[in-house]
């Protein structure tokens, strides 16, 4: 049975409905300010139903999902899939090193200024 539906279609982050019904993600205590790009949220609607509220969405390519990023010179570790040597799948850390230069502005906890 078909049903009315809205589809918008987002280009990033920027677009009108990007944000919509995507959630904050929480600060894990690694990580120091919200992400400049995404805005603390991780992700972002590539496709949603105005109507029902499905939706398709994409992982932020500068926090990596997490919403936050490090502002200072320390790896940030992020979940991953290597083979053993035995040639089974398991999961590892591998840790990227920072590329953000980002200050925390005081008067704003979480924020970062650019």
């Known amino acids: 049975m078909p049903h ?3 589809i918008v279609h987002c280009d990033g982050p920027n677009s009108p409905h990007a944000f919509d019904v ?9 990580l120091d ?24 969405r994409m992982a932020c390519d500068r926090c990596h999902g997490a919403g936050w990023v490090e502002t200072g010179t320390d790896p940030i570790g992020l979940p991953d899939i290597e083979v053993s ?6 999961w590892t850390i591998r840790f ?11 008067a704003q906890p979480g924020l970062a200024k650019t």
């Open 4 to 6: 009315a539906s809205n």
């Open 22 to 30: 995507v959630p904050l993600q929480p600060r894990n205590g690694s």
């Open 33 to 56: 300010a919200m992400c400049p790009v995404c805005n603390g949220r991780g992700q972002w609607n590539t496709e949603i139903d105005l109507v029902s509220f499905r939706c398709k």
């Open 96 to 106: 990227e090193p920072s590329d953000t230069k980002l200050e925390v502005d005081p």
């Open 85 to 90: 040597p035995e040639g089974y799948p398991r």
